[in-house]
């Protein structure tokens, strides 16, 4: 259709430069003089003749869904190529008082994942070997890595690290997939050992792994013994000095001074007993369950912290955002954290107890909700870590990730004492959102969906997005000061967070006060 083509205006957000097809006169040239190229997946799109791209657009793609704009407006355009609309109407521009053409791209179909478990193929025969092979007991941090080992969360890791693997994760925070690709792994997943088991099994071809009650869990072949160098390894994953007072590096130097990787074979699915378990769904079987919602849109809400009402208005908006990208039925997995945590965070069980009752009461509006929990140990690593939040979790089929303000991050051990200028935090309270951002595969293989910041509204008496048009009116109400008013007894601001999630707080901060 040369004539429509001849009469549309293009304006392309490529280096800040833009371009107008040939035949636009320049009278509709000089309408478009300033624009803003945008992030994030949207960008805009401006025609001088809305109805002549519209009638394009219908004709020569009309399996896709689209919507005419109006003067003044300014409408979104999801995901859209640079050859559909580089001679159309263009890529990306923001002005004023220029007609605009919506298109929203057909939503792409939700992608198979792959989980690569490592449970034994013969458990019987495997259990019967395992008896007669040297042991090594873990601690419980190494049953955690052990369980996201075994499900498929650190695909396509096959068993604790090697030193080859613990390097390229150190250095390019990924590792060889087995087909000579290297995948995102940015935490390292190690064994350490002591000089004695070092000695016992230096020279075996396998040996046996327990749990602290003397269980046989796993066995562990092709063995790699390297030497586990911690002041390395603390530095390098957390980003400072490694006698720093951080409750990770401290579990570290409690470790031993060597560390054993190979291939593992695990016996049995990991369990708790802890009344938890129902929610431990492996990413095989979190992937069945999106299915079964018919979900053709699954985003992801890592946490370790109770959840309040600014957190269920994102859920809610994200799901409107979906939505209108053309999405017919988005889900939210709710993740909580399952792992270790230092001492000072909320535990698990109080914060399944907020979340089961938060969802009963509907504070997520009408969207679908799936509950469970990724096994991970917490490492408070920064943006090192936020990229294996992400990563992990692509085995269970998601397809949109929600990171916000220092996901992964602490309060500085030292205060930053040889820095006082950068402040409370440990790192940079936007770095985890930023990296992912530029991550170059894990931004092909997950959308990033910025966290909006809410605070509350005293006027409105509810929690809502930050409006700096006024901000007098909005209160932060940080994690110090709802602990306190927990432990006080002290009922918050109304709106602030569901009341039935709020009193299992209260029971929790007020028992811990009496211990």
């Known amino acids: 259709m040369p004539s429509v083509l001849s009469t549309c205006l293009g304006v392309a957000a490529a280096q800040s430069q833009f371009f107008v097809p040939a035949g636009v006169p320049m009278v509709q ?3 478009v003089q300033q624009f803003m190229p945008r992030t994030y997946g949207s960008e805009m799109v401006y025609a001088a003749q809305p109805e002549a791209a519209y009638a394009y657009a219908q004709n020569e793609y009309p399996e896709q869904s689209w ?35 919506t298109v929203m791209a057909k939503p792409t179909e939700r992608a198979t994942p792959t989980a690569k478990e490592l449970y034994a193929a013969d458990k019987e025969a495997t259990r019967k070997e395992a008896a007669g092979l ?24 096959d068993g604790f690290m090697t030193e080859e693997q613990y390097l390229t994760c150190m250095h390019f925070q990924m590792v060889d997939n087995g087909e000579g690709e290297m995948v ?7 064994l350490p050992i002591t000089d004695d088991v070092k000695a016992r099994i230096q020279d075996k071809g396998a040996v046996a792994l327990k749990n602290e009650a003397g269980d046989i869990v796993a066995v ?15 530095t390098r994953t957390f980003g ?33 007993n802890d009344g938890m378990d129902q929610w431990r769904l492996s990413p095989k079987e979190l ?6 919602l018919d979900a053709d849109a699954v985003f992801v809400f890592q946490l370790r912290n109770p959840v309040h009402n600014g957190h269920a208005l994102l859920m809610q908006d994200t799901a409107r955002r979906l939505k209108e990208m053309g999405y017919k039925k988005p889900v939210l997995w709710l993740s909580p954290l399952g792992g270790w945590t230092k001492d000072d965070d909320v535990p698990l069980d109080t914060r399944m107890k907020q979340h089961q009752a938060i969802i009963k009461n509907g504070v997520f509006g009408d969207t679908e909700v799936v509950l469970g929990i990724f096994p991970s140990p917490m490492l408070y690593g920064g943006p090192r870590e936020v990229q294996w939040h992400a990563s992990g979790r692509l085995p269970a089929g998601i397809t949109h990730y929600i990171v916000g303000r220092d996901p992964a991050g602490m309060s500085h051990p030292n ?14 309270i936007w770095h985890g959102q930023m990296m992912l951002g530029l991550n170059p595969v894990l931004k092909k293989k997950v959308e990033l969906l910025p966290f909006k910041f809410a605070s509350y509204d005293t006027k409105a008496e509810k929690m809502d997005f930050f409006d700096p048009a006024r901000k007098e009116d909005f209160q932060s109400i940080s994690g110090t000061k709802m602990r306190k008013m927990a432990a006080d007894g002290t009922t918050p601001p109304v709106g602030f967070m569901d009341p039935e999630g709020w009193e299992v707080l209260v029971e929790y901060y007020q028992s811990k006060a009496k211990a």
Request: hydrophobic content about 40%; some cysteine; aromatic content about 10%.
């Open 220 to 234: 562990l072949r092709d063995l790699d013994i390297f030497e586990h160098r911690k002041e390395e390894r603390a």
């Open 240 to 272: 400072c000095d490694a006698d720093t007072n951080h409750p990770y590096i401290e579990k570290i130097f409690a470790e031993g001074d060597w560390c054993v990787g190979g291939k593992i074979e695990v016996l049995d699915r990991v369990t708790y």
């Open 134 to 157: 040297e042991a090594v007991t873990l601690n419980s941090e190494a049953m955690e890595w052990v369980h996201c080992l075994a499900e498929g969360w650190a695909s396509p890791l």
């Open 287 to 292: 992937n069945q369950k999106f299915t079964e």
């Open 29 to 31: 040239q000089q309408r």
């Open 415 to 428: 205060d930053h004492a040889k820095q006082p200028g950068l402040g409370d935090d440990l790192y940079n």
């Open 184 to 190: 995102p792994m940015s935490v390292p997943i190690l």
């Open 67 to 101: 919507s005419e704009g109006s003067e003044g407006t300014q409408l979104p355009l999801f995901q859209m190529s640079a050859l559909m609309f580089g001679a159309a109407a263009g890529y990306a521009a923001f002005k004023p008082k220029v007609s605009a053409l």
